[in-house]
């Protein structure tokens, strides 16, 4: 019972002094003392069972006997019944006419209409003139200069707007209002008259997150600040119980006197919901709940959705609302009644989600993967800004499906891979199988299903040139990164792809989107994007960044725009070229022959899988010549800028000269060698440094040798593979090359 105890000294005046004055009454007359059965606490009175007292007019009879003066008036502003059948009088204490701040006082009636207790706060013996010095304006001057917001609630239009049109009243306004009051100089519930003031309050709210409303007070006399209390704020957590996602709780605005609106203005960006009652938008209709326990279900799926997409953006990507500036997230909810779709507007930047072709909030276009949508064509216009046709506007509904689909999963825990399955008519596309019925979409670029967008004229009738229909191709390739697959595409390309998970390529793809696309890119340009991104995010060469290239192969994206999968060589070079690339193997002199002269030119020959040199091939003397096999070979995943820098290649920066020397001067054998190789080197120098590389050019061995002497060396843990051999000396550096086939 301390606890209580303390607390209920906090919330209550003592009374005692009252009580006292009721005892000196005339002998023989029944007083208020005379039915007060005890005091549980200090100001808190339980009343006997057969006292007389009217809960309506206990001040009016023993006015006198709590201390009150002629110039006091107790006024019930409130009652409330609650379960049990108590019914519960809340009074306000009014001096000259003018509200007593925090003199409240409550008087409980028990079901059978007895008075039972009373409760509360009475100020007792004030003498103050009730005529003020300083008037309203030059109050609120005062006030606002306290309060220094950046701006205040009369200042938003829509908030402005709403609150018109809730209280019926077109003069209806945020703007403070002075009352004069008398208020004390201080808040902490023990309060004496010497404390009280005349003053003007205000109540002042603002539209500024670091700054909150307060009812301010003003002293009417001098025109100093007397007190500030914060008010409560008009952001207020609520439970949302959403059409595809059960109960949620969400973000609400409390408009004082009107109820809850669907209004998020916690922190910008601000969200808006807005009921457009089955027609077009806009519409500045809010949604309203009196208890911020909502059960409007398409309400309460839209405002979900729009804060769910806010919040993803923000801790997943550190993007500030659609624009990445902080405006406003505005949605426009059970819009054009019968119709199926949901639509960004470029002219509102703001989305509109219809109502569907039935009543039932279940048939509605606001899933949490279409909110996603719709929201990323705004985030698609303030990057990219790819144009709504063609290859860039499949694109475009690309990413935005994709995104859909990662805002779910943010929310959810984990992806459906599908666009609005939860709807009652279900899914419109799929991620892992874009062509299946029904959908079909294409899953090869200008495969089975593909639109064709040579010659096209984008209208409305042709989807623009296939804009959601083409989507399929990159919505497969962002699948196939994110969990893997393999198969056969349209062309008779077979593929497999390790997935690297959905939370690392949504990272790739959003640096595609917003770093490297423009407005008409195509999609062997998306393709350039992802990858640059990959190699960005997690390295050149890595795993992630081959699997992109590996993913966008699978969809068709590349191959045909490239190289051959094997590439054979004859001729002379560099004579006739200075790089020779495939995607797996290149094949040299197989059926003629192949001899690289000498020239100040570098030849290449590279590949992701095997280079291999036939004996129709010759490297003559003072020839530069490098072969080296690449996991992530440009022909395998980038663009021609893109090929490995000689750092990157040489492991480190090293500088590896490419001429090869005169067998005569540098010997390796056998080759193809097995468990050890001999190395035997002829110049004049006693002693040689010499390393030996793999095909991508890590050093495998650093060992030194004998002039005129056979150095026999184990190699029977190096793996099968082309290998060089660098020998330095004082003088020179020579170079071999040879192979190991276990």
Not at 592 to 605: G, K, L, M, P, R
Request: proline content about 3%; hydrophobic content about 35%; overall charge negative.
């Amino acid at each position: 019972m301390k606890n209580k105890i303390q607390k209920g000294l906090m919330i209550t005046l003592i009374i005692c002094s009252c009580i006292t004055s009721m005892m000196a009454q005339t002998k023989g007359q029944k007083t208020l003392s005379d039915y007060i059965q005890s005091e549980e606490l200090k100001g808190w009175i339980n009343f006997t069972d057969d006292n007389p007292i009217n809960a309506t007019s206990i001040f009016d009879t023993y006015k006198s006997e709590f201390g009150l003066s002629a110039d006091d008036e107790m006024r019930i502003t409130k009652t409330e019944t609650d379960n049990l059948g108590f019914t519960h009088f809340r009074y306000q204490q009014y001096y000259k006419n003018l509200k007593v701040m925090y003199a409240e006082y409550i008087v409980h009636q028990s079901a059978e209409d007895k008075v039972k207790s009373a409760n509360g706060v009475l100020v007792k013996g004030l003498g103050l003139s009730n005529k003020n010095s300083v008037n309203e304006q030059q109050a609120l001057t005062s006030a606002l200069q306290f309060v220094n917001a950046k701006k205040y609630m009369w200042q938003n239009e829509v908030a402005e707007a709403q609150l018109k049109k809730e209280r019926k009243d077109n003069t209806a306004t945020y703007y403070p209002k002075g009352e004069l009051v008398i208020t004390p100089d201080h808040f902490d519930n023990l309060f004496d008259a010497s404390s009280f003031h005349l003053a003007w309050a205000f109540d002042i709210y603002t539209n500024d997150t670091e700054v909150p409303s307060k009812k301010v007070f003003v002293d009417a006399a001098t025109g100093r600040i007397i007190l500030s209390v914060t008010t409560e704020p008009t952001c207020f957590t609520g439970t949302a119980n959403t059409t595809f996602n059960g109960s949620k709780a969400i973000s609400t605005t409390l408009f004082p006197g009107i109820g809850y609106g669907s209004i998020n203005d916690c922190s910008p960006p601000f969200l808006y919901v807005y009921n457009c009652g089955g027609g077009s938008a806009p519409n500045t209709t809010i949604y309203r709940d009196q208890d911020n326990v909502w059960t409007d279900q398409s309400a309460s799926q839209c405002m979900y959705g729009t804060e769910r997409t806010t919040v993803y953006y923000y801790n997943i990507h550190g993007r500030n609302s659609w624009d990445n500036a902080n405006s406003n997230m505005v949605a426009y909810n059970n819009a054009n009644a019968g119709q199926n779709n949901a639509a960004w507007s470029p002219s509102l930047n703001a989305p509109a989600f219809y109502a569907g072709s039935t009543n039932n909030a279940n048939d509605d276009w606001n899933t949490l993967d279409i909110v996603g949508h719709e929201f990323t064509h705004g985030v698609t216009q303030s990057s990219a800004n790819l144009i709504y046709e063609k290859e860039p506007g499949a694109l475009n509904e690309s990413f935005s499906d994709i995104f859909g689909e990662m805002v779910e999963s943010f929310s959810t825990g984990s992806a459906d891979w599908l666009v609005g399955a939860n709807r009652a008519t279900g899914a419109i596309r799929s991620f892992s199988n874009p062509s299946a019925n029904p959908y079909n979409d294409p899953d090869t670029y200008q495969g089975t299903y593909w639109t064709s967008t040579s010659g096209c004229t984008p209208v409305i009738g042709n989807d623009y040139c296939g804009v959601h229909n083409n989507s399929g191709v990159q919505n497969l390739c962002f699948y196939l990164l994110s969990e893997g697959g393999s198969g056969t595409n349209d062309f008779a390309t077979n593929y497999t792809v390790s997935g690297i998970g959905r939370f690392k390529a949504r990272d790739i793809a959003y640096r595609a989107l917003t770093v490297y696309l423009n407005s008409t890119s195509q999609f062997i340009n998306a393709r350039a994007a992802w990858i640059h991104a990959a190699i960005d995010l997690y390295g050149s060469c890595s795993n992630e960044a081959i699997q992109t290239g590996l993913a966008w192969r699978a969809v068709g994206v590349g191959d045909q725009l490239f190289f051959l999968h094997t590439k054979y060589t004859c001729g002379n070079y560099p004579a006739n070229g200075t790089f020779v690339q495939a995607i797996e193997n290149v094949i040299a002199a197989s059926t003629c022959t192949n001899t690289i002269t000498a020239s100040s030119s570098t030849v290449t020959f590279t590949a992701s899988q095997n280079v291999i040199l036939e004996p129709g091939f010759t490297a003559l003397n003072g020839s530069n010549f490098i072969a080296y096999i690449e996991p992530c070979s440009i022909t395998m995943y980038r663009t021609g800028s893109d090929m490995m820098s000689d750092a990157e290649r040489n492991g480190g920066g090293q500088t590896i000269l490419n001429s090869f020397s005169s067998p005569s001067l540098i010997s390796v054998f056998p080759n193809p060698a097995s468990d050890f190789i001999t190395v035997q080197i002829n110049n004049s120098d006693s002693e040689t440094n010499f390393k030996i590389y793999n095909s991508t050019m890590q050093l495998v061995r650093a060992l030194n040798a004998e002039s005129g002497i056979e150095n026999k060396i184990a190699t029977s843990d190096l793996s099968p593979g082309i290998y060089f051999l660098i020998a330095t000396t004082e003088n020179e550096t020579y170079k071999n090359k040879f192979v190991i086939a276990h």
